[in-house]
């Protein structure tokens, strides 16, 4: 016959045995996970700290390149002057075929 575990001490030892053990597993889980996090959380923000510096550094040696102007204004100079020639080699081009 089954036993009933509200009057044998025994078996609610055991419950109590086992529902620890699971409160146990479970808590060391929890707190592995929390430690093994650390590690990538620190390592996460290394990566954006230096992302961030490259950054900073693309910036500045595009500002030194395009002669300390504003890089906007240099493109779109550039753009400009792509444009004449493109129109240039256009005409040259229509000459030739005519």
Do not use: I
């Not at 089954?2 to 009057?7: I, V």
Request: negative net charge; glycine residues 8%; aromatic residues 2%.
């Amino acid at each position: 016959m089954p036993k009933d575990t509200d009057q044998d001490p025994t078996a609610k030892s055991r419950a109590d045995q086992l529902r620890s053990a699971v409160e146990g597993a479970f808590s060391a889980t929890a707190q592995g996970a929390a430690q093994g996090a650390a590690p990538v959380q620190k390592r996460a923000q290394d990566l954006a700290d230096e992302l961030v510096s490259v950054a900073a550094r693309v910036r500045e040696t595009l500002g030194s390149a395009a002669g300390g102007g504003d890089l906007a204004t240099e493109l779109a100079a550039l753009r400009a002057q792509v444009d004449a020639l493109e129109a240039r080699v256009a005409e040259l081009e229509h000459r030739n075929t005519t």
